[in-house]
């Protein structure tokens, strides 16, 4: 069990990184890239629901993150 210090570092490093997740997404939307409207991503209307599946968002997010990721790695070693 960790201790409590411990959990609250670690609650705080997880609100440090949405933060940043929020301001690269709305610095994204401010620039004009178009994430949540690329190929591949999914947008059905119809008369009573809507569905939306980000598939092409997804998939370049997850890509950018790995190589994050790895470069962090690799800096780390």
């Known amino acids: 069990m960790l201790p409590l210090t411990e ?22 939307a401010r620039i004009g890239l178009p994430l949540g409207r690329l190929p591949g991503d999914f947008a059905y209307r119809g008369k009573h629901v809507s569905v939306f599946f980000p598939l092409g968002t ?8 790995s190589l994050v ?3 962090l790695s690799r800096l780390h070693r």
């Open 58 to 65: 997804s998939i370049l997010i997850s890509i950018v993150l």
């Open 7 to 28: 959990l609250g570092k670690a609650l705080l490093a997880i609100g440090v990184l949405l933060v940043l997740a929020g301001a690269g997404l709305m610095l994204a």
């Open 69 to 71: 990721f790895y470069l």
